[in-house]
């Protein structure tokens, strides 16, 4: 079975600075990769995702995110982080060509101070 | 209305009660979900329907009965619930089918429920 750990439950960045959320993954087959962000009191809205091809993939709202498959991780950046940044984040997985189950890490609360 | 929509939007009840929560989506899709979103832990599918058919149960606890009457509605039937049911629950909807090796899943923006 698959899972997906978020190392950091939380992260506190002033507004402006440079932001990278963490995300690792487990599986013994191979998977596409996500970033949801969910804004307060709101659902999740799908930020990035990779499903082939190039390793670094680029969102909405500024963030990317690259594919390491050596290391198993798909860790999000934003190189200057707004107020308005402020939310959740969740990293998800899909096993390849298996539906459409998502598995969902912990999520980290990314917190910009101003 | 657009999108996946979710009411009621906030729910609070006790676990005596008979409650339901309702989703609807109006993005053609014929895929809906159940998720589970407690505090302090991961998103957990609940419930599958494609094509109106439930295709997963996650070993959800019978007080919680799905129903999907046709490809653009889900409810969630609620009874004797207890406190720790007591989460935020959201609804998505996708197109599945064969050759798409991938379809993204829209949520809705969730019912908070509290059972006191």
């Known amino acids: 079975a698959q899972s997906v750990t978020q190392l950091d439950s939380q992260v506190p960045v002033f507004e402006e600075a440079p932001v990278e959320l963490r995300c690792n993954y487990s599986?013994?087959?191979?998977?596409?990769l996500f970033w949801y962000v969910q804004y307060p009191n709101q659902g999740l809205q799908l930020l990035l995702k990779?499903?082939?091809?190039?390793?670094l993939v680029k969102g909405i709202n500024g963030f990317e995110a690259e594919f390491n498959k050596s290391q198993t991780s798909f860790h999000l950046r934003k190189p200057s982080v707004h107020i308005s940044d402020t939310a959740e984040y969740f990293c998800?997985?899909?096993?390849?060509?298996?539906?459409?189950?998502?598995?969902f890490g912990g999520g980290t609360r990314l917190m910009v101070k101003p | 209305e657009t999108g996946v929509t979710q009411t009621p939007r906030h729910l609070v009840m006790g676990m005596t009660n008979k409650k339901s929560l309702k989703c609807e989506q109006h993005?053609?899709?014929?895929?809906m979900y159940w998720y589970k979103q407690s505090a302090k832990k991961p998103l957990e599918l609940m419930f599958v329907?494609?094509?109106?058919?439930?295709?997963e149960n996650n070993s959800v606890p019978s007080r919680f009965s799905p129903e999907c009457p046709n490809s653009s509605h889900l409810f969630l039937h609620l009874h004797t619930l207890q406190p720790e049911d007591s989460a935020l629950y959201l609804c998505?909807?996708?197109?599945?089918?064969?050759?798409?090796?991938?379809?993204?899943?829209?949520f809705g923006p969730g019912t908070r429920l509290t059972v006191l």
């Open positions: 998505a909807s996708s197109q599945v089918g064969t050759g798409q090796y991938y379809n993204e899943q829209f």
């Open positions: 599986s013994s087959v191979s998977v596409y």
């Open positions: 990779y499903l082939s091809g190039s390793t």
């Open positions: 998800a997985v899909v096993i390849r060509n298996a539906g459409n189950m998502l598995t």
């Open positions: 993005l053609g899709h014929n895929a």
């Open positions: 329907y494609n094509f109106k058919e439930q295709t």
